[in-house]
């Protein structure tokens, strides 16, 4: 056998060959279409989802079965059926990145929100829930007109765990509530434009509740998200490491209260109908193999849908991860484990053989159909044509609307952190400055506000558009060629350029030539030069500068953080097509900031711990220091959720419980076994020892009061710190978010549903869920208050 190409190489050719197809007649086609398709069992509305897949089933020969295991699912011509493409993206806004998307049509370009990163900033649920409905509208008017597909690879839940990540930009952070929060708000507003209703009457009350959705009717998914990437996938290339040979060593303590609640949250209250198993391994077995894990999601989390292979992941199951001796092993591996249908073509070309070897039996081929047809009948495939449904009625006009491109901007308004602002420095008053220089390769070039797995803009606008917008004389000049920012030959240029102008606003930062897939950073610092250029500019400037940082991943900028000649800093992500406006609103003070961090800013010194150390815990004695908020040790450059506003707001607890008593909720017979006995002091309880969590849940009401003299957005994050008795307890853990509109020297509240049984508790060293028992520490800013936990 000739030895398998190097993987990177064969990546590069599929993804040429599949977007150089195009795409139109595919998705303009579909099954059960009159006079001569539409008889069959498989296309009668009246039976079930499942009935009507295995009808369809039924008819189809082997190879023809055999056919449909790959994104680039084949036409069956006799039965009526199509090609399909499963591949289409949807992170942000509609994507480039997957074969399903064409932008050669009538719709010639897509909305394009804050990267995920960004929005996670503002901690609004509402807003996640609202720009995912949007991106649907225009996925779905995209379908009708033949240039996407129903089933889109997005949200990526995975957590931000190591500041180096390329993906990291693509995430909603480090915080498993957050980003399992994201998830859900993403996937229910994707998949389907009706939800909205279902929160509780409470106002701004912060958790979905659970509904009956799910029961796999057909109609009931206008679109299909896909919760990625299954699990413990945060590494591209690090060192010998790369993403497909990676073996991620996870404690059981780690895979419960860190990886895996954000894959939970988006099956059982996100209701997602689809999932990706990643490259790496878990623990010495390949993702798409870990049977158990498959088999969890489907068992214990309810989940309906199919499940999908990263792209040539099943490749790399032989080829990287050499797990298998051949590939008609790994392909037995992932469709006995439960995987559905493979991105690539791996499938296609071995199955017939691991069927002939009696590695495969064609029933296990028949159960990942199911879910596939399944996933199809609920999109309306199957129910005559989809343009004449209920959707059917989005096209053009539905795309690049006035009202998607608001809700673009007030993403980015929302997200952007101020991260430094020196006695009030900013806002700048618009009718002082009469001047303004504008500095840096980023701040004028419109195509890389978007970060990775972008579109194609609707109106592309640079961050220098924004400001000239304001401010009429407004100068530039690049500084750097480029962001790595190799050389300084044009920093005379920008001195000048400084010297001239009242205020300098310096761009710096990442894009995506330092972070992106396939590629972690391995430095947090500033890239070249770029620290020399903000420097210069800074003490050649008449008055101090203002400092926008731009990128996913943190950057260690204590240099600036220390420089009083540099007054303000504000990390902008990568801000989308109405990034620019919306960051000259803030720096003119039209737009009041309230982003707060969702990740950890980490000095350069962080790179010394191996990435591929996946301990979320320190290790101390070994000179580990833990990652993310809940357990780092170390010093910070900012903090999670560090982020400023032109005002100030003060709080104060209107309803928190002193005590919560858990007698009368535990299972009838919990016993020594149960309870955990130290002496005679009982430490903590399982919570799958908790009858009713539901009945626990508790309201901390919170008065946020503005005692600035601006309105703001303001974002409220309640903390608490558990007792420390069990190992492992995280230094604070964050119990509940919300965010408020609070008007000048007004107060408003704010009430944050806390669920005792995720929310307070953690997991053991054996991947138990425990809920200790004693004193937890409620944090509220510097507020704290004591909530006992008794039985
Ligand atoms: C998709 O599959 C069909 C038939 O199975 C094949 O002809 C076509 O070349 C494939 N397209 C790509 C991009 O691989
Ligand atoms: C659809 O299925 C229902 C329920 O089995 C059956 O009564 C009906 O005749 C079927 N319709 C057609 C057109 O076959
Ligand atoms: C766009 O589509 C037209 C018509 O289908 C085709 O002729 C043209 O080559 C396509 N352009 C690109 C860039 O794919
Ligand atoms: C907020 O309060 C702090 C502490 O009193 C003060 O230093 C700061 O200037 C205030 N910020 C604003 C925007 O009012
Ligand atoms: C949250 O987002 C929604 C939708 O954009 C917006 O209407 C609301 O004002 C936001 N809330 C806050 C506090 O910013
Ligand atoms: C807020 O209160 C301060 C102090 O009482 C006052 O100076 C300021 O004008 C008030 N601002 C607004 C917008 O009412």
């Given amino acids: 056998m000739p030895p398998p190409l190097p993987l990177f190489f064969l990546f590069v050719i599929f993804q040429l060959s599949l977007t150089s197809t195009t795409t139109t007649t595919t998705f303009l086609d579909f099954p059960c279409k009159p006079p001569e398709h539409n008889s069959y069992p498989f296309c009668n509305t009246s039976l079930s989802t499942t009935a009507r897949a295995k009808s369809l089933i039924s008819l189809l020969t082997l190879r023809e079965k ?327 009625r989005l096209g053009p006009e539905d795309v690049c609307t006035a009202e998607h491109n608001k809700l673009a901007l007030e993403a980015a308004r929302q997200g952007i952190v101020l991260l430094k602002n020196d006695e009030k420095f900013l806002p700048l008053k618009k009718d002082t400055v009469s001047s303004l220089a504008v500095i840096g390769p980023l701040a004028n070039d419109a195509t890389k506000l978007g970060g990775g797995y972008t579109g194609i803009p609707c109106s592309e606008k640079s961050l220098l558009n924004g400001f000239q917008d304001y401010i009429e004389k407004t100068s530039y000049a690049t500084g750097c060629f480029d962001m790595s920012c190799d050389s300084d030959a044009g920093f005379d240029e920008v001195i000048g350029c400084a010297k001239e102008a009242d205020y300098v606003v310096v761009v710096a930062g990442i894009d995506l030539s330092q972070e992106r897939e396939d590629h972690d950073r ?71 900031p309230g982003g707060r961090l969702p990740m950890t800013w980490y000095p350069e010194a962080f790179t010394n711990v191996p990435m591929n150390d996946m301990r979320m815990r320190a290790d101390l004695s070994r000179g580990y220091p833990g990652r993310t908020y809940r357990f780092y040790t170390g010093s910070r450059v900012y903090a999670f959720g560090q982020g400023l506003s032109y005002s100030n707001y003060t709080y104060k607890f209107l309803t928190v419980p002193n005590k919560l008593s858990l007698s009368g909720y535990l299972k009838d017979g919990y016993s020594k076994n149960v309870i955990h006995q130290v002496g005679d002091r009982l430490d903590y309880i399982y919570i799958d020892e908790v009858t009713s969590c539901d009945s626990l849940r508790f309201v901390v009401e919170i008065s946020v009061t503005n005692v600035g003299d601006m309105d703001g957005a303001h974002v409220v994050l309640l903390f608490s710190r558990p007792p420390k008795v069990v190992r492992g307890a995280p230094e604070k853990q964050l119990i509940g978010f919300t965010s408020v509109n609070a008007i000048s020297n007004g107060s408003t509240t704010a009430s944050v549903l806390v669920d005792p049984c995720m929310d307070l508790s953690f997991a053991n060293e054996k991947g138990g869920r425990v809920l200790p028992l004693g004193d937890h520490r409620i944090l509220l800013g510097d507020l704290e208050h004591t909530l006992s936990v008794q039985i």
């Fill in 522 to 592: 391995v430095t947090l610092l500033l890239p070249g030069k770029q620290k020399a250029l903000v420097s210069s500019v800074a003490a050649a400037s008449k008055n101090p500068v203002i400092l926008v940082l731009t990128g996913g991943g943190p950057l260690d900028v204590l240099f600036a953080e220390k420089n009083p000649q540099i007054a303000s800093i504000l990390w902008i992500g990568y801000p989308g097509e109405a990034g620019g406006r919306a960051l000259a609103e803030i720096i003119f003070g039209d737009v009041n």
């Fill in 66 to 392: 055999i056919r449909q295991l790959s994104n680039n699912a084949s036409a069956v011509p006799r039965l009526g059926i199509p090609a399909y493409e499963w591949w289409s993206e949807s992170l942000h806004g509609v994507a480039t990145n997957g074969p399903g998307v064409s932008f050669n049509g009538s719709i010639a370009a897509a909305t394009s929100f804050p990267q995920v990163l960004l929005m996670a900033a503002s901690f609004n649920r509402s807003l996640w829930s609202s720009v995912a409905s949007a991106v649907a509208v225009e996925a779905r008017a995209m379908y009708n007109t033949g240039q996407a597909g129903l089933t889109f690879w997005a949200p990526n839940v995975n957590v931000f765990r190591d500041p180096r990540w390329g993906r990291g930009q693509e995430t909603p952070g480090e915080d498993p509530m957050v980003v399992s929060a994201f998830a859900v708000e993403f996937v229910r507003g994707f998949q389907s434009v009706n939800y909205g209703g279902i929160r509780s009457e409470v106002g701004e009350m912060n958790r979905v509740l659970e509904d009956d959705n799910g029961d796999g009717k057909s109609g009931d998914l206008m679109l299909s998200a896909c919760c990625k990437h299954l699990t413990a996938y945060d590494l591209e290339m690090w060192s010998s490491f790369s993403r497909y040979n990676f073996n991620a060593v996870i404690t059981d303590q780690d895979f419960e209260d860190t990886y895996q609640p954000p894959f939970r949250s988006c099956v059982q209250q996100g209701k997602a109908s689809c999932l990706m198993c990643s490259y790496n391994a878990v623990n010495g077995v390949p993702a798409c193999a870990r049977k158990d894990l498959l088999e969890q999601a489907r068992d214990k989390w309810g989940f309906k849908g199919y499940i999908t292979s990263d792209c040539d992941a099943v490749a790399t199951v032989f080829e990287y991860q050499h797990y298998t001796k051949n590939p008609e092993d790994a392909v037995a591996d992932v469709l006995k484990a439960g995987m559905d249908i493979n991105c690539g073509t791996y499938l296609v070309r071995h199955t017939f053989d691991a069927i002939q070897q009696g590695k495969v039996q064609e029933e296990d081929i028949d159960r990942a159909l199911i879910n596939l047809f399944s996933v199809q009948i609920r999109l309306g495939l199957f129910d005559g044509d989809p343009r004449k449904g209920k959707y059917g």
